[in-house]
């Protein structure tokens, strides 16, 4: 096969990366590529939601630290999440919002030993640290799904069909 | 129509390399914000446990908190990356669709 020489100023200066995007690009030249998953509003609210009752929960523990354990707290968000994570899971090409919860589902499960373990008053600097690693991945689920989201829309230049 | 390789690339890496840039800064964005906010609670853990606040086993618990979080943001860059590539990937196709579909005189490029 004979092999393609360019003399492009603009593959020189852009680097390995551009030209691989550009290599991949002619190689799938048939249909547009998809390379991971639709947004999904159930998974969207439903994570929000999850988060919703996180904060209720440790805001009582904050301010009431002696609040006893509750396990149906415990329960009821190991049930939705196990819930959102079998639908992450029939979703095509959504293996990392899958890992996610499971990260999400893991760090729920670590709450509940801390605060299964802990004598009362339970400690308000372990709510305040435990509530921000929840937050932050949270937050991480929401900032992909959106990115989802916004990356069904048509904005990205060159995608006009007049263009040459 | 002859199809010219340089042409045709100079304007698929014109469709494709503002977006990786964008998506790139975008995400750079989110990491350093999340990854503070991790960083400035483990450094909170470890001084709670120095003032007598929390023990060592509450931290360790709250610690792996932190790790999962972590893994999640590393997710999340995963992700925006693969679609940083899928919205690059298609820009540059669509804007050489017409000359190349033209040229050759069937649609290559659906």
Same mark, same amino acid.
């Given at each position: ?72 707290? /415990?329960?009821? =968000?190991?049930?939705? %999440?196990?819930? @959102?994570? *079998?639908?992450?899971?029939? #979703?095509? !090409? /959504?293996?990392? =919002?899958?890992?996610? %919860?499971?990260? @999400?589902? *893991?760090?729920?499960?670590? #709450?509940? !030993? ?51 | ?110």
């Amino acid at each position: 096969m004979k092999p393609v020489k360019t003399t492009s100023p603009v593959l020189h200066k852009q680097g390995p990366l551009a030209f691989a995007v550009l290599v991949v690009a002619i190689l799938l030249t048939s249909c547009a590529v998809k390379l991971i998953g639709d947004y999904d509003d159930t998974i969207d609210k439903g994570v929000t939601d999850v988060q919703q009752r996180a904060e209720l929960y440790l805001s009582k523990l904050q301010s009431t630290p002696n609040t006893p354990y509750d396990q149906s707290f /415990y329960d009821d =968000i190991d049930a939705r %999440l196990a819930v @959102l994570k *079998s639908r992450a899971v029939s #979703l095509p !090409k /959504y293996p990392i =919002i899958v890992e996610q %919860l499971g990260n @999400l589902r *893991s760090q729920f499960d670590t #709450l509940q !030993k801390l605060d299964k373990s802990s004598a009362r008053p339970f400690p308000g600097v372990a709510v305040t640290d435990a509530e921000s690693a929840i937050a932050v991945s949270v937050e991480s689920i929401l900032k992909l799904e959106l990115a989802l989201k916004d990356g069904a829309k048509p904005s990205a230049p060159g995608l006009t069909k007049g263009s040459k | 129509m002859a199809l010219d390789v340089g042409t045709l690339a100079t304007q698929m890496l014109g469709a494709a390399l503002p977006i990786l840039k964008k998506d790139a800064s975008d995400a750079e964005s989110f990491a350093k914000t999340e990854f503070t906010k991790i960083a400035q609670t483990i450094v909170s853990i470890g001084e709670q446990v120095a003032a007598g606040q929390i023990d060592q086993l509450q931290a360790s618990l709250l610690l792996d908190m932190q790790t999962s979080a972590s893994r999640n943001v590393l997710l999340t860059l995963k992700g925006l990356a693969l679609l940083a590539v899928q919205e690059a990937i298609n820009a540059a196709l669509s804007v050489v669709k017409t000359a190349v579909n033209t040229a050759l005189g069937f649609a290559l490029i659906a």
